[in-house]
């Protein structure tokens, strides 16, 4: 059964750090792209980060690129994402999610409909 968790989530201030974790069972994570997604309230969700099975290439959306960092440790079979100098927009429900296709995640862009999806972990910024 495939199956992906999610955690990590909380409440912080401004500018502070949170690592989320998205642990799969059921399959091998290095092969599939992973991405990270997020929908805040009364908003579209949108591809955060994303990181891919063929050569590691990563994507982050330009508004986290150079404060999120999307790593992987296969041996754990889990995907992080680091989070640092959080801002209140950054408030929404953060949700992992894999798909096999080669092209899911590239430097460029992140597929918008992945395969399989975690339930999320709830990040809200707030002073």
């Known amino acids: 059964q495939v199956q992906l968790v999610e955690s990590g989530g909380g409440s912080v201030q401004p500018g502070e750090s949170l690592r989320l974790s998205c642990t799969a069972s059921g399959f091998a994570l290095n092969n599939y792209a992973i991405g990270w997604f997020r929908q805040a309230p009364e908003k579209e969700r949108e591809g955060v980060s994303c990181?891919?099975?063929?050569?590691?290439?990563?994507y982050y959306l330009s508004d986290v690129r150079g404060r999120f960092t999307i790593s992987r440790d296969s041996t754990k079979n889990t995907v992080y994402l680091q989070m640092n100098s959080l801002k209140a927009e950054d408030t929404a429900v953060y949700s992992c999610?894999?798909?096999?296709?080669?092209?899911?995640?590239?430097?460029?862009?992140?597929?918008?409909?992945?395969?399989?999806w975690g339930r999320g972990t709830q990040v809200i910024v707030s002073p």
């Open positions: 990181i891919n099975n063929r050569d590691g290439s990563t």
């Open positions: 999610a894999a798909d096999p296709d080669l092209w899911a995640c590239t430097k460029r862009v992140i597929k918008k409909s992945y395969d399989y």
